[in-house]
């Protein structure tokens, strides 16, 4: 899948106040406490030893962070926790993203084939380029059972670029 960096701009910005990032804040809280209670809806991938050479795929659409954030990012949080366990994987600059459209969940052997690259690929190439840039504001660390996650918040553009690629895909056949 080609890269969006062009059409999706990941920004630092101050706190955002508004109706779609409280429900966010809300959604991000709702599945911290299903996960502690053992319902958690979400994926979790299982600790690997090898992360480069792993075989599970998943197709998903990411956007990647600005390089002044990740370097602060790497400084502030990931230096210090690499203190606290260094076995674990961290990700360097240059792989530090943020997952805005989940088209198919990691499998092995991968839930989709090439033909489902191509269509997601000509959904995002049709719809990405008509939505405004919007920016993230990264806000919170959250405990996952297999890793940690820096939370970026929205303005409602990106619930908007979801539907329309959840309904561009439906119409392929590839939702």
């Not at 955002?16 to 299903?34: G, P």
Request: some cysteine; charged content about 20%; glycine content about 2%.
């Amino acid at each position: 899948m080609s890269s969006h960096r062009d059409s999706i701009s990941c920004i630092t910005t101050a706190i955002m106040h508004d109706n779609y990032t409280t429900a966010q804040k809300a959604t991000i809280q709702q599945l911290k406490t299903q996960l502690a209670q053992g319902k958690g809806q979400m994926t979790v991938v299982a600790m690997r030893s090898d992360y480069e050479r792993d075989r599970e795929r998943c197709l998903t659409s990411v956007v990647f962070v600005p390089e002044p954030l990740t370097q602060s990012i790497s400084q502030r949080i990931i230096q210090p926790l690499k203190q606290l366990e260094l076995e674990h994987f961290y990700y360097t600059p240059d792989l530090m993203h943020s997952t805005i459209k989940n088209v198919r969940t990691i499998h092995t052997p991968p839930l989709f084939t090439q033909e489902d690259v191509v269509k997601a690929d000509q959904v995002f190439k049709q719809i990405v380029p008509q939505f405004p840039v919007f920016r993230f504001s990264w806000q919170d660390l959250t405990l996952f059972p297999t890793s940690v996650a820096l939370i970026g918040y929205s303005n409602q553009t990106l619930q908007q670029l979801i539907q329309a690629l959840d309904k561009g895909l439906s119409d392929t056949g590839d939702e």
